[in-house]
Structure formats: structure tokens, C-alpha cells
């Protein structure tokens, strides 16, 4: 059974930082596209970062590259997001997401929330301004 597990989040003032981690278990994480996704009050999902484990492959959503960086730990089988100046648009559930890397994880990344399979329940992060 494929389980991830969130935790990091939390209220931040404007500028300040947070790091996320997932940590996950139950399937191939050595070969596995995983992301970061977050999701604001009456907002549709959207991507903020993702990693093919298997070669470290990294890919950002233009609103956020250049303060957050998305990371992997593998013999923790945990992926983290560092949240550097953070905004109030910033604050949203984030969700950490995974899918077998079949398909090349730029594709999957390109397609957004639905080509992942596996989520996480989510952690809030609050930015005050």
C-alpha cells in the first residue's frame, strides 16, 4: 500500500521560510516521479515542484522558481520542499503526490495533478503578510 506522509507545515510571516517533507513507503521510490502540489481556498490544484527520483531531474512552476527547491533524501525515501520568501499567495493545502516514472516525469509534470496517482492528506501552510 502506497502511502505518503506530509508534515513541515505551518503560519509564516511574509519572507520567512518552511520546509515540507514526504516521506513515503510502499512502492519503487528508487524510480518515481514526485511532486509538490497546492491547492488555495476556491483555487484548482496546481503544480509548485517535482523530482524523478531515479535521476534527480527537477522541474519548478514559474511563480515559485527561485525561492523554493524541491529535494530528495533517498535513503530516507523522503522528498522535501525548502519554501524560501514566502508570500501570502503562497498560502494554500500543499500536497505531496507520487506516480511510477513509466512515463517520463516532464510529461507527467506537464499534465498537472491528474497523472499522479498516489496523494498525501496535505499540510497547510499559512503566509501572513
Known amino acids: 500500500q502506497v502511502q505518503l506522509v506530509e508534515s513541515g507545515g505551518g503560519s509564516v510571516q511574509a519572507g520567512g521560510s518552511l520546509r515540507l517533507s514526504c516521506a513515503a513507503s510502499g512502492y519503487t521510490y528508487s524510480s518515481a516521479c514526485m511532486g509538490w502540489f497546492r491547492q488555495a481556498p476556491g483555487k484548482e490544484r496546481e503544480g509548485v515542484a517535482a523530482?524523478?527520483?531515479?535521476?534527480?531531474?527537477?522541474y519548478y512552476a514559474t511563480s515559485v522558481k527561485d525561492r523554493f527547491t524541491i529535494s530528495q533524501d533517498n535513503a530516507k525515501n523522503t522528498v522535501y520542499l525548502q519554501m524560501n520568501s514566502l508570500k501570502p499567495e503562497d498560502t494554500a493545502m500543499y500536497y505531496c503526490a507520487a506516480d511510477r516514472a513509466s512515463a517520463r516525469c516532464s510529461w507527467k509534470w506537464s499534465q498537472g495533478p491528474g497523472a499522479f496517482g498516489y496523494w498525501g492528506q496535505g499540510t497547510q501552510v499559512t503566509v501572513s503578510s
Open positions: 523530482i524523478w527520483t531515479a535521476t534527480g531531474s527537477k
